[in-house]
């Protein structure tokens, strides 16, 4: 329990040892010299909006403010570690107002030591967990730089939510892990934040997770987002590619941009030709263009899923359309693509001219314009792509053959 005399009276010794007037703090901290004076005298004590600044001017720890008293110069504690654990509470009770959720399955909230979550599914006769985890990869260094901290946030969800919707799941719950070097109030609440509204956007809730202080491992200003979900999918309508057989179509649907891969291969191009970075791509800069956050798929999907007519699916990331869309092809049969039918997105075009790229490394680093791949019966194609194609753009690439390869490529990606 804090104790306002005690934090007041150790406010005003601190300020008077360093010969500043109540209006002088006032002026560092940009407060009024009355809300100075109502913290000396006990009648409130600085919010968490305040207080790291206010440790700064002092030259104390948030901690030995909120305790009110100096740690001796000799003693170890762990603020003098770098992590002040009264301050990093503050920011965790702040946080738990985006953990707040509808979603009746979830049976706590923050302060547990873990999430309670009711797996009682009455409609489903055997049902099976789904189980994941993603981070948005180097993407993230560039969202920091940048400013698309709550933005970063969408990539990862999306992404991991795609990962499962593909196996024909309906996202439930995500458990997020932030290490940072030090807890900055407002890049943590933007990141919470910005996890859950991804989370409500994707129809499943952020139960809980952990934010971790490392600042003998993570330097100060760097964040590393990680995050896990359980979906859930009647065991009989997984989605895996065993259905697939020869003749089904196979169908692209649009991504918007790089989604959350290649991002090495554009930082290395970004240190060669800084310049790029304000270049204009069908009026977005470079950076906007590769900010996009991932395109979320589950509600263009899941009007399909109780139709049985998906055969299998594909989430193109890292590899490329050869390095995911094998995953699910069974044994004995090839999946044919047409590489002239794929609509490349202009990015992608810019940045195969100015780094100088072949055709084989833009497919196997980048989706080129392909964000997810639907295997489908025939005589289903229809049905689907025009479902498919109220959300984004969905159109056919090829055919499933019988063939020992499981991807082949016909005909050449028209770059122009």
């Known amino acids: 329990m804090l104790n306002s005399i005690k934090i007041g009276k150790f406010i005003m010794d601190k300020r008077k040892s360093l010969h500043l007037t109540q209006q002088q703090l006032a002026d560092k901290l940009n407060v009024s010299f009355q809300a100075i004076s109502k913290w000396e005298n006990g009648t409130t004590y600085p919010n968490i909006e305040i207080l790291k600044d206010l440790a700064v001017v002092l030259d104390v720890s948030v901690d030995e403010i909120l305790a009110g008293n100096e740690k001796n110069a000799e003693d170890l504690s762990y603020s003098k570690a770098g992590v002040d654990i009264t301050y990093t509470d503050a920011i965790k009770r702040e946080m738990a107002k985006h953990l707040e959720t509808g979603d009746k399955r979830v049976l706590n909230r923050m302060g547990a030591f873990a999430s309670l979550y009711d797996i009682s599914f009455p409609a489903l006769k055997n049902p099976v967990l789904v189980l994941k985890s993603e981070e948005p990869g180097s993407k993230q260094k560039l969202a920091m730089e940048y400013g698309y901290t709550e933005s970063i946030c969408h990539d990862m969800i999306n992404h991991l939510v795609n990962d499962i919707v593909v196996m024909g799941a309906k996202p439930l719950a995500v458990l997020d892990t932030i290490v940072c070097g030090n807890a900055e109030k407002d890049t943590i609440k933007s990141l919470v934040k910005g996890i859950s509204k991804a989370c409500k956007e994707n129809e499943c809730s952020l139960v809980g997770g952990e934010t971790s202080i490392q600042p003998l491992v993570v330097n100060s200003g760097v964040y590393v987002l990680t995050s896990s979900i359980a979906g859930i999918v009647e065991k009989s309508e997984v989605i895996d590619g065993s259905a697939i057989g020869e003749g089904d179509c196979i169908l692209a649907v649009a991504s918007n941009g790089l989604h959350t891969n290649g991002y090495s291969l554009v930082r290395l191009l970004m240190d060669k030709m800084p310049q790029i970075k304000l270049d204009k791509i069908d009026g977005l800069t470079f950076i906007e263009q590769i900010m996009k956050p991932h395109t979320p798929y589950y509600k263009t999907l899941k009007g399909l899923f109780s139709k049985g007519i998906i055969h299998g699916m594909a989430h193109i990331t890292g590899g490329g359309i050869e390095g995911n869309l094998c995953r699910v092809i069974p044994q004995g049969l090839s999946a044919r693509i047409d590489l002239s039918k794929i609509e490349v997105l202009n990015i992608f075009k810019y940045i195969r001219q100015n780094g100088n790229i072949s055709d084989e490394e833009m497919l196997r680093t980048f989706n080129c314009g392909v964000g997810l791949v639907v295997v489908v019966p025939e005589r289903d194609k229809g049905i689907?792509?025009?479902?498919?194609?109220?959300?984004?753009?969905?159109?056919?690439?090829?055919?499933?053959?019988?063939?020992?390869?499981?991807?082949?490529f016909d005909r050449k990606i028209n770059w122009l």
């Open 384 to 408: 689907v792509m025009k479902h498919i194609n109220t959300f984004y753009p969905c159109y056919e690439i090829g055919i499933i053959e019988k063939g020992e390869n499981k991807i082949v």
